[in-house]
């Protein structure tokens, strides 16, 4: 976002004119009357020592500044936002920065491109090291103290940082300042995930999380996609899908995940059942330290019944189970009237052989004459699901798996159509 031969006093300014006050410089960003009164409360002047840059609340009144911010600035992009931390930390640690200002809520760090903030009281172990040696220069990164520090803290800043990109993370970014650069912070306030944005975060988990997932997505693909994993990360509870809904195609396990595809055809890797992390873990901690997961429950059964949405277009036409549109919906059910007549539903019983996630099932009401069974048993899953959230008219028990194509069940004709030579498909 900001020329990466910057100098860092000047991308000092521009950072703190275009996401810490009203009246920012940078033409994408866009701020509502709501923000700029927000935003008309943070003070970017304030000089704490050899602090690079500090942002609190803009209030004569308090008898103390109230911090939001202390942070360590870089020019460029080279900068280890980690070691940009630690000589943060140095430089308040060395300083004794907190004993006569109050503490901020943030600790931070930035560059030309992304900036990364972590809570303080996360490192307040740090800070009250009784055997500790201090006094040493913070921008020395080679001296046994930074290394030492570095040791220590390396681990907690990767999984509790909250990075944003300037540029692709613009919004997330005023979002989280708005939500937590206030005097009414109490707790740090995720992006929630709603039924209107979720498309939008799986773009952005696609380039963040996805290559750090053990798998060759090309070569999976149909039978193991992407938005599988983004659905199992999504609707987790400290990292376990399977905790809150066990119906999903791949459910995320701690710190891996579990294929409950039971046939894989084409597949290069049909023998394993679980795809770890190739970095660790760390993207994929990184990126979900920003989001509020999992979202509101009644957000659930709209996200599963529409991660068509997630689906590549060329996938969607060889799985018709990923959607099939109203406008077919209503049509087809409109030939069942026009052959059956329109008390069908209460003189008839329907079965959909090839039902996928029961989208052609939609707006039937008598679930004890309805059925559904389809070959994948993942769809079966999230149909049964549905069910049980009243979201699809069936009864659980009416909904199984079942290879219509090939199951012997159809090759005789029953008794009754045999004397009359019909029955046999």
Same mark, same amino acid.
Request: glycine share 4%; net charge negative; charged share 25%.
């Given at each position: 976002?900001?020329?990466?031969? $910057?100098?860092?006093?000047?991308?000092?300014?521009?950072?703190?004119?275009?996401?810490?006050?009203?009246?920012?410089? &940078?033409?994408?960003?866009? $701020?509502?009357?709501?923000?700029?009164?927000?935003?008309?409360?943070?003070?970017?002047?304030?000089?704490?020592?050899?602090?690079?840059?500090?942002? &609190?609340?803009?209030?004569?009144?308090?008898?103390?500044?109230?911090?939001?911010?202390?942070?360590?600035?870089?020019?460029?992009?080279?900068?280890?936002?980690?070691?940009?931390?630690?000589?943060?930390?140095?430089?308040?640690?060395?300083?004794?920065?907190?004993?006569?200002?109050?503490?901020?809520?943030?600790?931070?760090?930035?560059?030309?491109?992304?900036?990364?903030?972590?809570?303080?009281?996360?490192?307040? &172990?740090?800070?009250?090291?009784?055997?500790?040696?201090?006094?040493?220069?913070?921008?020395?990164?080679?001296?046994?103290?930074?290394?030492?520090?570095?040791?220590?803290?390396?681990?907690? $800043?990767?999984?509790?940082?909250? @990075?944003?990109?300037?540029?692709?993370?613009?919004?997330?970014? @005023?979002?989280?300042?708005?939500?937590?650069?206030? $005097?009414?912070?109490?707790?740090?306030?995720?992006?929630?995930?709603?039924?209107?944005?979720?498309?939008?975060?799986?773009?952005?988990?696609?380039?963040?999380?996805?290559? +750090?997932? +053990?798998?060759?997505?090309?070569?999976?693909? #149909?039978?193991?996609?992407?938005?599988?994993?983004?659905?199992?990360?999504?609707?987790?509870?400290?990292?376990?899908?399977?905790?809150?809904?066990?119906?999903?195609?791949?459910?995320?396990?701690?710190?891996?995940?579990?294929?409950?595809?039971?046939?894989?055809?084409? &597949?290069?890797?049909?023998?394993?059942?679980?795809?770890?992390?190739?970095?660790?873990?760390?993207?994929?901690?990184?990126?979900?330290?920003?989001?509020?997961?999992?979202?509101?429950?009644?957000?659930?059964?709209?996200?599963?019944?529409?991660?068509?949405?997630?689906?590549?277009?060329?996938?969607?036409?060889?799985?018709?189970?990923?959607?099939? #549109?109203?406008?077919?919906?209503?049509?087809? @059910?409109?030939?069942?009237?026009?052959?059956?007549?329109?008390?069908?539903? +209460?003189?008839?019983?329907?079965?959909?052989?090839?039902?996928?996630?029961?989208?052609?099932?939609?707006?039937?009401?008598?679930?004890?004459?309805?059925?559904?069974?389809?070959?994948?048993?993942?769809?079966?899953?999230?149909?049964?699901?549905?069910?049980?959230?009243?979201?699809?008219?069936?009864?659980?028990?009416?909904?199984?798996?079942?290879?219509?194509?090939?199951?012997?069940?159809?090759?005789?004709?029953?008794?009754?159509?045999?004397?009359?030579?019909?029955?046999?498909?």
């Amino acid at each position: 976002m900001y020329p990466l031969n $910057l100098p860092e006093e000047e991308l000092k300014h521009k950072v703190a004119t275009d996401f810490f006050s009203p009246n920012p410089q &940078s033409e994408i960003i866009k $701020l509502d009357k709501d923000s700029k009164a927000l935003l008309k409360n943070l003070d970017s002047t304030q000089i704490l020592g050899r602090i690079d840059f500090c942002i &609190s609340y803009n209030a004569k009144t308090l008898f103390q500044p109230i911090n939001f911010l202390w942070a360590e600035a870089k020019k460029g992009n080279k900068a280890d936002i980690i070691e940009s931390f630690i000589q943060l930390i140095l430089t308040i640690g060395k300083e004794k920065t907190y004993e006569n200002n109050l503490p901020p809520i943030f600790l931070g760090a930035f560059d030309c491109e992304r900036i990364a903030f972590i809570p303080y009281h996360e490192l307040d &172990s740090i800070f009250t090291q009784n055997d500790f040696n201090w006094n040493v220069p913070p921008s020395n990164h080679d001296t046994k103290e930074f290394k030492q520090l570095h040791a220590l803290a390396k681990e907690l $800043l990767e999984s509790k940082k909250l @990075q944003f990109n300037f540029k692709s993370d613009t919004k997330e970014l @005023q979002n989280f300042i708005r939500l937590n650069f206030t $005097l009414h912070n109490e707790n740090i306030t995720k992006i929630p995930i709603t039924k209107n944005n979720f498309t939008t975060i799986y773009q952005k988990w696609l380039l963040s999380v996805a290559p +750090s997932i +053990s798998i060759d997505f090309e070569a999976e693909k #149909p039978d193991i996609l992407s938005s599988d994993f983004y659905l199992a990360d999504l609707l987790s509870e400290n990292n376990n899908t399977k905790a809150i809904l066990d119906s999903l195609r791949i459910l995320l396990q701690s710190d891996f995940y579990k294929v409950k595809l039971e046939k894989r055809v084409n &597949s290069t890797s049909f023998n394993f059942t679980e795809f770890g992390f190739n970095d660790k873990q760390k993207a994929h901690t990184a990126f979900w330290n920003l989001y509020e997961r999992p979202p509101k429950e009644e957000y659930w059964s709209h996200i599963i019944e529409r991660r068509d949405l997630l689906v590549p277009s060329d996938i969607r036409e060889r799985k018709g189970a990923f959607f099939t #549109p109203q406008t077919w919906v209503g049509k087809a @059910q409109s030939y069942l009237a026009k052959a059956l007549g329109e008390n069908y539903q +209460s003189e008839y019983y329907i079965w959909d052989l090839a039902a996928g996630t029961g989208n052609l099932l939609t707006n039937l009401t008598e679930s004890h004459k309805l059925y559904a069974s389809t070959l994948d048993k993942a769809d079966v899953g999230i149909m049964q699901e549905l069910a049980n959230d009243k979201s699809l008219a069936l009864l659980p028990k009416h909904i199984f798996q079942f290879d219509f194509l090939n199951d012997e069940f159809f090759d005789k004709p029953c008794k009754k159509h045999a004397e009359t030579g019909g029955g046999r498909f």
